[in-house]
């Protein structure tokens, strides 16, 4: 694929875990900490990591497995969302280079699409002094549907006035290739982001 010109970009569509931000640890332990509440046995770091990044029904729903009913993964999700709310912010941090590398890019409007749900999205940017670059933010919990449907990205487009030819996506997994609309986005994977002077 040929390099994008940045001179015709008229957004920057990324992603947010595992891209501008670590949040692996606080979400892994509030999976652990959700299967403790249900009776269940913990998991290995490395297995919740596989589950990360398909929105928090999903991880919910494959940490516990099979053999479970809709009123306890409800309850379960409750659990989950409540914990990581608390815990947001105990080892969350911005990847190093991420706060210059915006700055950076600045002067073009950019925005989150997430499978994080919205509110805490919105939150971890903020308190991490990273919100004021971004000119929307939407998350899992945003639209009927998530990444890798493409609706998001199409929706940050129209807003923003922009074609798929003139956007950038940047996002570290598989799940961000494929949330790309048609016609193809430009899309850089990265893991994380740095700064593009370094």
Partial sequence: MAAPNFSSVRALIFDLDGTLIDSKLDLI??????????GREQLREDTISGYIGHGAPQLVGQALGNNVTEPERQRALKFFLAHYEDHKMDSTCAYPGVPEALEELAAFPMAILTNKPVRVSVRILEELGLARYFRAVYGGNSFETKKPDPFGAETILREFGATPAEAILIGDSEVDVQTAPTPPIFISTASPISSPGS
């Fill in 29 to 38: 332990r509030s999976v652990n900490a959700m299967l403790h509440e249900m």
